[in-house]
């Protein structure tokens, strides 16, 4: 199916709770304990350029670009609605990070221009 015809379904199904996304999770799960986890498993260095592939509002986002500031740091995710909270945590936080619209199923990437990818909780989503 091709990916301009795939209907975008938000994380917790509903447009209205994106703004909620944070709080549920959290209370939900260890969301920033799974993520930190994930982080200690790489070394990042200095000038990589990492992408967070369905960054959703950026809480591994902003881990990345803390754990290496020098690191070029791309938050990618379907939804608007939910980059818009990722960008203003990252702005509060004073990160420099990009954060782009994209789907997971067609990166608008070329080839070797990423030196790191992450992702997670994003795969049970995909169809």
Same mark, same amino acid.
């Given at each position: 199916?091709?990916?301009?015809? %795939?209907?975008?379904?938000?994380?917790?199904? *509903?447009?209205? %709770?994106?703004? %909620?996304?944070? $709080?549920?999770?959290? %209370?939900?799960?260890?969301?920033?304990?799974?993520? +930190?986890?994930?982080?200690?498993?790489?070394?990042?260095?200095?000038?990589?350029?990492?992408?967070?592939?369905?960054?959703?509002? +950026?809480?591994?986002?902003?881990?990345?670009?803390?754990?290496?500031?020098?690191?070029?740091?791309?938050?990618?995710?379907?939804? $608007?609605?939910?980059?818009?909270?990722?960008?203003?945590?990252?702005?509060?936080?004073?990160?420099?990070?990009? *954060?782009?619209? +994209?789907?997971?199923?067609?990166? $608008? *990437?070329?080839?070797?221009?990423?030196?790191?990818?992450?992702?997670?909780?994003? *795969?049970?989503?995909?169809?």
């Amino acid at each position: 199916m091709p990916i301009r015809s %795939l209907k975008y379904i938000p994380a917790l199904k *509903f447009h209205w %709770l994106t703004k %909620l996304y944070d $709080p549920l999770i959290g %209370l939900g799960m260890q969301e920033k304990k799974l993520k +930190g986890h994930l982080l200690r498993q790489e070394k990042l260095c200095p000038h990589q350029r990492i992408l967070d592939v369905g960054c959703g509002t +950026g809480t591994l986002t902003r881990m990345l670009k803390e754990a290496q500031p020098e690191a070029m740091v791309i938050g990618l995710d379907a939804d $608007p609605d939910i980059l818009k909270v990722a960008d203003e945590k990252a702005r509060r936080d004073r990160l420099d990070i990009r *954060f782009q619209q +994209g789907w997971a199923q067609d990166l $608008p *990437f070329e080839e070797a221009q990423l030196d790191g990818v992450f992702s997670t909780l994003l *795969f049970h989503h995909l169809p």
